[in-house]
């Protein structure tokens, strides 16, 4: 069985932080980040909860390419990005509450 991935961005209610990751369970890896399982973690500290990105891939290994690939470039490629697929930084947690 192939497992999909997706690439997320996340930032804090002042859209001031930008956190890029990846995951194979987006709702269980969103539900970590809101409740701050890892309470050392970089979306802990920063209080990076708001899901403003996201995209899915048909595998995990695409998905950690293109975190890889997004992580590399500049915070003003990420902003053209999120703009460009949500140009109010609407959060979209609603979006994936439902998925599997």
Known sequence: MVRGGYVYILTNYN????????????KNRLF???????PNSF??????????FIQS???????IHFEKYVKR??????????DKNNPNWK?????????D
């Open 73 to 82: 470039k500049s915070r003003k490629f990420k902003i053209n990005l999120i």
């Open 57 to 63: 891939f048909n595998t995990i290994n695409e998905a």
């Open 43 to 52: 979306t802990s500290k920063y209080n990076v909860k708001k899901l403003i």
């Open 15 to 26: 859209n001031s932080v930008l956190y890029t990751g990846v995951t194979s369970n987006i």
């Open 91 to 99: 959060g979209l947690e609603e979006l994936v509450s439902d998925w």
């Open 32 to 38: 970590e980040h809101k409740n701050n399982t890892h």
